[in-house]
């Protein structure tokens, strides 16, 4: 089992910078690809970016391709740096964590966190 806390939403202006943070725990955390997802008001949950659990291979939703970047490091904590950020990225952020295939397709994912909010402002 894998437990997954979320910290680093918030507000940001357009075109600033936000990081969030995933810190994974539990027997698989080590073993598992971690991705993030995202939900706004009235829309499905979306596909925003992945990675391997040894950090070799990235995915990311065309969407925010060259303006967020997802990395890991060795305490099984995710980030995602989300610069340039544009009013449509607002919406709440969802980490989860998998054993399974493909990383970039909500139904793979096992394990998720509680969900953090982001607000970018125009």
């Known amino acids: 089992q894998v437990q997954l806390v979320e910290s680093g939403g918030g507000l940001v202006q357009a075109g600033g910078s936000l990081r969030l943070s995933c810190k994974a725990s539990?027997?698989?955390?080590?073993?598992?690809?971690m991705g993030w997802f995202r939900q706004a008001p009235g829309k499905e949950r979306e596909f925003v970016s992945a990675i391997t659990w040894n950090g070799r291979n990235t995915y990311y939703a065309d969407s925010v391709k060259g303006r967020f970047t997802i990395s890991r490091d060795n305490t099984n904590t995710v980030a995602l740096q989300m610069n340039s950020p544009k009013p449509e990225d607002t919406a709440v952020y969802y980490c989860?964590?998998?054993?399974?295939?493909?990383?970039?397709?909500?139904?793979?994912?096992?394990?998720w966190g509680q969900g953090t909010q982001v607000t970018v402002s125009s």
């Open positions: 539990g027997r698989t955390a080590s073993s598992s690809g």
């Open positions: 989860a964590a998998t054993t399974g295939w493909p990383l970039t397709v909500a139904t793979s994912y096992i394990y």
